[in-house]
């Protein structure tokens, strides 16, 4: 890619957008590298691009080529309302999670409304705070989303674990652009799924988790730019992609209050036999929900109350 001197920004975008065959992307690239938004590049089309900026630029576009995912060469994405840093320790957050972080955020929403209703009407209940788990946090998506989507006025604890220790570093790092009230919302805990929550059972309201579901044959067949990019340990589960699905099932009714909330992200063809097992054990209201595509992509089941 021959880029000449004295270029201007709105030029440079278009260079780099025939290397790319995106226009987006190399607008993208043009932001990360200037550090300006799209709005004041706007402003800035005509004016010249120091060189150094141009080297960097041409750096990004030779990683993206190269076949290295946009997120990771941006080392940033969007989730729904916020902009998340990424590296190689989390997986890249997608559009199918976003709609399982929306169901899960409706229901606090109504939980925590139901609460307060009860407790304007005397009903014998105080006031008291909902508690919700993101299990495999990641880069902070789910866990952070719920803490800045709920009403500030609403009590609400979101405990998000973690095995990887650079995984929970990002997901610190995404924490910070939270307001502070937000941010006390949320705390981080190390751990294997359920270990770090000894001090949790029958304490959760819910339960979310989009744990690795890729079985071995669907990751040999995953792009290249999935395998040699993000985590394995994410995305790869054993048992046809089921193991840490039937784990989570098996060991949240442990942590969940009576009618707490299990929600579970996984693919389409495993909605199934995870909706099976948990109508076999003791769930009720079991359901599947569709993504974006309209595609079954997660499931949810309540814990029995006592009789």
């Known amino acids: 890619m021959t880029v000449g001197r004295g270029i201007g920004y709105g030029d440079l975008i278009d260079l780099l957008a025939k290397e790319l065959q995106s226009f987006p992307q190399a607008k ?18 005509k004016d010249q691009v120091p060189l150094y900026l141009i080297d960097e630029a041409k750096e990004l576009v030779r990683r993206v080529k190269e076949g290295e995912p946009i997120q990771y060469v941006l080392e940033s994405w969007d989730f729904r309302y916020l902009r998340l840093a990424i ?11 976003e709609v399982v972080a929306g169901f899960v955020i409706d229901e606090i929403r109504q939980r925590c409304e139901n609460l307060e209703d009860a407790v304007s009407k005397d009903v014998g209940i105080d006031r008291r705070y909902l508690r919700v788990v993101d299990l495999g946090t990641g880069s902070g998506a789910i866990a952070l989303s719920i803490a800045k989507e ?3 006025r609403f009590d609400i604890e979101v405990v998000a674990t973690d095995l990887s220790q650079e995984a929970l570093e990002v997901a610190k790092t995404n924490l910070e652009t939270l307001d502070f009230p937000q941010q006390k919302r949320v705390q981080f805990m190390q751990g294997f799924w359920f270990n770090p929550l000894d001090d949790y059972i029958s304490a959760v309201d819910i339960i979310v988790s989009n744990p690795p579901y890729v079985s071995q044959s669907q990751y040999d067949e995953l792009d290249k730019c999935v395998k040699d990019f993000e985590p394995k340990v994410a995305l790869f589960a054993s048992d046809e992609g089921m193991s840490d699905l039937i784990y989570i099932a098996s060991n949240a009714a442990k942590y969940l209050k009576d009618d707490g909330m299990l ?6 063809e495993q909605i199934e036999p995870l909706v099976n097992f948990l109508e076999q054990a003791n769930y009720s209201d079991v359901e599947s ?3 974006l ?6 499931v949810s089941g309540r814990i029995r109350a006592a009789s």
């Open 263 to 268: 929600v579970l992200e996984c693919a389409p």
């Open 28 to 45: 993208w690239v043009v932001e990360k590298v200037s550090g300006l938004d799209n709005t004041s590049i706007g402003l800035l089309l």
């Open 150 to 152: 709920i009403d500030i």
């Open 289 to 291: 929900h569709l993504d």
């Open 87 to 97: 590296n190689r320790s989390v997986l890249i957050p997608r559009p199918e999670t």
């Open 293 to 298: 595509s309209l595609r079954p992509r997660f």
